[in-house]
């Protein structure tokens, strides 16, 4: 990731309406195995009889009576052997930490966010494709809200003309009156879009979806016909 694209990524990250939310992402490896297996779950799971009250014979010395005594975590009161649940199948399946808690995600089904791993192929197309895709979409709207907001200035241009009030008329026309008030502001956001700093883009294209989306909505439907624009272009001036 570049650095240009974090404020970005925060920007639009902030939006809850867009595809990129992290919410749901779950948790980490460490952390999903921890709070979904217990010592005591993953020992009976891999075969080792466990007592009623949670004592088991401790499989890390020739143990003979029951010596381990297993819940979230497993502690021998003859080895004093102890850790928690990833630690136990470590240490009895002879694993790294990493591959242990690996098989204790896969073995019990606890999912997690893979893609804060990056030592493995699979794990690190993660982030590349989910800023690929908000690159994407940063560029697309881009383009749509240059378009949208071209189009509707060129309207504004027109109505200037167009709506402009006669002498003999007591009312001014509302589309004269919106042309009036909207064309400076439009041709100021059209700026920020040619030549504003990465942010400014990004909060311009957060803030204005709505009425990108009114305009748009606009100009395809209700002015098509009436302000003598066909619905293929209406940028027509
Ligand atoms: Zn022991």
Not at 5 to 11: A, E, G, N, T, V
Request: proline share 3%; aromatic share 14%; charged share 30%.
């Amino acid at each position: 990731m570049t650095d240009k694209s974090i404020p970005l990524y925060s920007l639009l990250n902030q939006c809850g309406c867009f595809l990129f939310s992290r919410k749901g992402a779950g948790m980490k490896l460490f952390e999903a195995v921890k709070e979904a297996v217990t010592a005591r779950n993953a020992a009976e799971y891999y075969g080792i009889k466990v007592g009623r009250n949670g004592m088991a014979v401790c499989p890390f010395h020739p143990d003979k009576n029951p010596s381990m005594k297993l819940d979230k975590r497993y502690h021998c009161f003859a080895c004093q052997a102890d850790g928690d649940v990833i630690d136990f199948v470590a240490k009895y399946f002879n694993l790294s930490v990493k591959e242990s808690a690996e098989k204790l995600a896969e073995d019990f089904s606890v999912p997690y966010e893979k893609y804060q791993s990056y030592n493995k192929t699979k794990d690190y197309q993660k982030p590349k494709q989910k800023k690929q895709t908000l690159d994407q979409f940063f560029h697309e709207q881009q383009i749509r809200f240059f378009r949208v907001y071209s189009d509707y200035f060129h309207l504004l241009k027109k109505w200037k003309v167009d709506y402009a009030p006669r002498i003999e008329d007591d009312d001014w026309h509302p589309l004269f009156v919106e042309a009036m008030e909207k064309y400076t502001l439009i041709e100021y956001k059209l700026d920020v879009l040619l030549s504003g700093s990465l942010e400014d883009r990004a909060r311009l294209i957060l803030d204005c979806q709505e009425e990108v989306k009114n305009i748009e909505q606009r100009i395809k439907e209700k002015f098509a016909g009436r302000c003598g624009c066909t619905s293929g272009s209406v940028t027509e001036s």
